[in-house]
Structure formats: structure tokens, C-alpha cells
């Protein structure tokens, strides 16, 4: 444990160190310094506005995710249950699936309020997986327990919370971590191509406008971070949780 | 020895030839006396472009030989960003306008927390757009568009009150019969700054390409002074030969040519007006400019 722990820090080290010597080579303009870009971090912190960024960019995200999970969530389930729905529904899922996340950027663009946009474009990115997972996992359900559970007479709520639950469980948390790490770089560029006014994409496009270079960096690694810090947040979840049931 | 003149001499000549001066230019004001130059001579090369961002600042990092009419501004942060560039010259001293469709909107402070659109967000017409209405106290609400998008909305009517340059305003106006211009920001400039030219936009290049090409230049500002004197004196004419360049009418060409303010200033005076506009970019946001008004070697002389 230690000792992977030191490898990634030597690993991270000399990362920076190759980046540092290819910044000297170029142009800032092309390539910052690491030391521009922490720079570059440190004083959008002092500004503050950082946190109303971040915040409102996770809050974008976050609200992307719920609202997908209120509406694909049972269209899953209902999809795994009802082979003729599945069977319907199926194509259009897989169409939204496929299109480029583009596409639904620029059409909601035409379509939408400038403030709407990134979280309709996270919905739309994220739904067919969760949509998916979902009808999957209900469609795993061993039927042997099925039958099991009919001839021991189990209730419905019985047969729902010892066989449905544990099995669609799993796919849950896969999807839910498919979805978390896309949904932010999903939202960034959504807002970069939208201008809703603030966030960390708004601020990128800025940085853009502007030709800075570092800003444009330091925001991406905010993103790495963020990205970073809830997956490793999921997994401690998912841990505890898998820990408790042991 | 005399084959290898000869070669030589063909070999220059041919270099010449295919050298030539390449400018690049966006469909726009700027763009008519380049026109009208590159008619009368075919060593000028005109690559027409519509977005700064993806065409032309990508490109400016990366290549040397190349003479760009850009925003002023950006030129003063690629210097302050240790770029060295050239302001060759400026090529007009207003093309902004504010337009209403609206019979209750004459006035700057008639817009008063109305919604304004504005093209291309940190843009320099967004930049003096904000700057006006602060020194005014006016408080707007102002909604982003690139500016073809913002003529189709006034035109159809589904907007009534926008930023907008030339000849987009003019074209506006023609089809938007309600359609009037109620700002001319030179004026505003005026009132506010005490000159009445807005140095916006202007020839730009690296360095090292003015000084290897110093002769090639100076005959360039040369000629382009001259057609922006010719299409002054000749709307008519100017507004026929850009029409299929620029892909407007040419009654409208025509039209708004007088309204582009075309001239073409440089060395000193431009370094003058530029200090002036640089300096109060600075006081609205230090990243406009990248930071500090350049010195006068950015200036081309």
C-alpha cells in the first residue's frame, strides 16, 4: 500500500519535471510553466469566485445525475421486466446513446435557454447508460430464485428486497460510476459552447478569449481533481457499504 | 557561371513571385481596401477568415510569415505575452453601432435594464459595450451572438436592440424598415475619452517578418493608404468588387461604407490613439490587454 502510494508520487513527479523542461522550449502562450499554473490557481482561489464556479459546475452535474436517475431509473426497470417495452424502447435509448454529445450541445443551443443547457446536455449524455444498466440488471435476475421464491409463497416486497435489489445492485454502481466521471467533463464543455455565465466551462472559454493559457490549464486540473475527488469518494461509499453487509 | 546566374536570377524571381505578401483578413470593413489591392496587384495573397478564435489566433502562434488584420488588443497580449509583434497600422477609428426596432428606445438611457445583444463575448465590441454603459451608470442586460446570428434576429424582428458593426448594422437597418441607429460609439468615444477614433482593429505581424520584409511592408501600407482612399472616394465602385469576396450586397457595401470610418493610421499618431484605448482596456479588465499598455516598439515604424 505504502510503497504504491510512493511510486505515484515519483510518478507524478516526473511529469512534472517533463513538463517544466518542454514549458522552457515553447512559448508560454503554447506551454506554462507548472509554476504559471499553480500560480494561475492560487490567485483564482484568493479571487473566490473559484468556489461559485466549481460550486455551480458540480451543482450542474449533480442535478444532470438525479434527474436522470428520477427518469431512467424506472424506464429501466420497466424495460427489464416488459420484454415487448424493452423491445420498443430499446432503439431510441441506443439512438441517444450514439449521437455525439456535440450534437445535443449545438441543438440545444437552438433549442434552449443558454442557463438550461448544460444540464440538459448532461441528461442527455447519461440517461441511456443509467436507462441500460438498469434493464440489464433486472433482466439478470435468476430465475431459479424467481421460481424458488413463488413455490416458498415470498411476498412481493420480500421477493423485491431479497432478489431484485441485490441483483440490480451491482449494475447500479457500475453505471453510477460510468456516469459521475463523464458527467463533469460532460457539463464543462457544455457550458464552454453556451456561455450560461459562470461556471468552471465559462470560465475555460474566458481563459480562451484571453489567450491564457495557464487558466485554461489550471481549470482542466481543477476538473481532474473534482472528477478525482468524488469517484474516490463513491468508492469509500461503496466500500463502507460492502464492508457493513459482510 | 553565367547558367548558374541565370538559375539564380529565375529562382529569386520565381521566390518572389510565389511569396508575394499573404494577408489575412476577416470578412469585414477592414477587408475593402485589401479588395481593391489586391485587384490592382497580384502579389497580394487575401485569405478571407470569420472567427478569430479557432482561425486566426491558433495560426499567429504557429507561423511567421503572414500579415493579419486582428483586434488591437489581442495584438497588445501576444506582445505582453513575450510574442513579438507589430502593429502595422489601424485600419479604422469606428465601426460599432447601437440599432433599435423599438419606437420607445432612442436614447442610451432608454435601454435601461433592457436586453441588449452583443456580438462574440470578449470581443471588443463587447468590451466597449460594457465600458460605455458602466461610465453611463446604465445598467443593460446583454445577451451574446455572433453577428450574422444578431442581423437574422433584428431583421426578423424578434430582437429590437443590439450591438452591432459595420456592415452588419447597415444590412440590418436596409431590411428592418423600423430598424435605426441610435449610437454611433465614436461619438460616445468622444464624449468620454476626448478622441473621437477607436482603434479596434489594425494590420498585425511577427517581428521578425516586418524586419526580413521591411521594404515589401512599407510599400504595402503604401498601396492599402491609397485604397482606402480610393474606396472612400469610390463607394460604388469598392462596393461591386467586394461583393462576391464578402458574400453582402453591394448596395449595402455601398451603403455602409461611409459608416466603416476606413483609414489607415500609423507610426507615432497610431501609437498615440492606441496608448489612449489600451489604457482604458486596462482599467475595465488587466486580462484584456495581458496584463500592462504595451511600449511604443510594438509599433511598427
Not at chain 1, 499553480?38 to 455551480?56: E, R
Not at chain 2, 489566433?57 to 483586434?71: A, C, L, R, V, W
Not at chain 2, 477614433?197 to 498601396?223: H, S
Request: glycine share 4%; aromatic share 12%.
Amino acid at each position: 500500500m505504502k510503497k504504491s502510494f510512493l511510486n505515484k508520487i515519483i510518478g507524478l513527479f516526473f511529469l512534472l519535471i517533463l513538463w517544466y523542461l518542454l514549458s522552457k522550449t515553447f512559448n508560454p502562450i503554447i506551454l506554462p510553466s507548472p509554476f504559471e499554473v499553480a500560480n494561475s490557481m492560487i490567485n483564482s482561489f484568493k479571487n473566490l469566485n473559484i468556489f461559485s464556479n466549481l460550486g455551480i459546475t458540480v451543482f450542474r452535474a449533480f442535478l444532470g445525475l438525479i434527474f436522470s436517475f428520477i427518469i431512467g431509473f424506472p424506464l429501466g426497470v420497466f424495460m427489464g421486466i416488459n420484454k415487448t417495452f424493452y423491445e420498443t424502447i430499446r432503439p431510441l435509448v441506443t439512438f441517444i446513446q450514439s449521437m455525439p454529445v456535440i450534437s445535443w450541445v449545438l441543438l440545444a443551443l437552438i433549442w434552449l435557454d443558454n442557463k438550461l443547457i448544460p444540464l440538459f446536455v448532461v441528461v442527455a449524455a447519461v440517461i441511456p447508460i443509467i436507462i441500460l444498466n438498469i434493464a440489464e440488471g433486472i433482466k439478470r435476475v435468476d430465475e431459479k430464485l424467481l421460481q424458488m421464491a413463488d413455490i416458498y409463497n415470498f411476498s412481493k416486497i420480500k421477493i423485491l428486497k431479497n432478489i431484485y435489489i441485490p441483483s440490480v445492485a451491482g449494475y447500479f454502481e457500475s453505471s453510477l460510476k460510468i456516469v459521475l466521471g463523464n458527467s463533469f467533463k460532460v457539463v464543462v464543455m457544455a457550458e464552454v459552447l453556451s456561455h450560461p455565465g459562470m461556471g468552471i466551462g465559462e470560465q475555460m472559454s474566458w481563459a480562451r478569449i484571453n489567450i491564457e493559457t495557464a487558466d485554461l490549464l489550471a481549470w482542466s486540473i481543477i476538473v481532474v481533481l473534482i472528477t478525482f475527488f468524488f469517484m474516490e469518494l463513491m468508492n469509500l461509499f461503496f466500500r463502507s457499504k460492502s464492508d457493513k453487509s459482510k | 557561371m553565367k547558367k548558374i546566374f541565370y538559375i539564380v536570377v529565375i529562382f529569386l524571381f520565381s521566390f518572389n513571385f510565389i511569396m508575394g505578401l499573404q494577408i489575412s483578413a476577416p470578412k469585414g470593413p477592414p477587408s475593402v481596401p485589401l479588395i481593391k489591392m489586391i485587384q490592382d496587384n497580384p502579389n497580394y495573397k487575401l485569405n478571407l477568415y470569420t472567427d478569430i478564435l479557432t482561425e486566426v489566433i491558433p495560426k499567429f502562434i504557429k507561423e511567421e510569415d503572414n500579415i493579419f488584420i486582428m483586434p488591437t488588443n489581442v495584438a497588445a497580449k501576444f506582445y505582453n505575452k513575450g510574442l513579438n509583434v507589430k502593429i502595422l497600422n489601424i485600419t479604422s477609428s469606428g465601426i460599432l453601432y447601437i440599432l433599435s426596432s423599438n419606437s420607445k428606445i432612442n436614447d442610451l438611457n432608454s435601454i435601461k435594464n433592457k436586453e441588449i445583444y452583443v456580438p462574440a463575448p470578449g470581443s471588443s465590441p463587447d468590451i466597449l459595450t460594457r465600458y460605455i454603459f458602466n461610465k453611463k451608470n446604465i445598467d443593460i442586460k446583454i445577451k451574446y451572438g455572433s453577428s450574422p446570428e444578431i442581423t437574422k434576429l433584428f431583421i426578423s424582428g424578434r430582437i429590437d436592440l443590439c450591438v452591432l458593426p459595420e456592415p452588419f448594422a447597415t444590412k440590418a437597418i436596409n431590411k428592418n424598415k423600423k430598424g435605426k441607429r441610435i449610437l454611433n460609439f465614436k461619438t460616445e468615444w468622444k464624449n468620454i475619452t476626448g478622441s473621437s477614433n477607436i482603434p479596434q482593429v489594425g494590420l498585425v505581424t511577427k517581428k521578425i517578418y516586418a524586419q526580413n520584409n521591411r521594404k515589401e511592408i512599407i510599400k504595402m501600407l503604401k498601396d492599402y493608404k491609397n485604397a482606402v482612399k480610393w474606396v472612400n472616394k469610390n463607394p460604388q465602385k469598392a462596393a461591386i468588387l467586394a461583393e462576391k469576396k464578402l458574400g453582402i450586397n453591394s448596395e449595402i457595401i455601398k451603403k455602409s461604407i461611409p459608416k466603416m470610418n476606413l483609414i489607415s493610421v500609423e507610426k507615432n499618431s497610431a501609437y498615440k490613439v492606441l496608448k489612449n484605448y489600451f489604457s482604458i482596456l486596462n482599467t475595465v479588465n488587466k486580462k484584456l490587454i495581458g496584463g500592462k499598455i504595451p511600449d511604443e516598439k510594438i509599433i511598427f515604424k
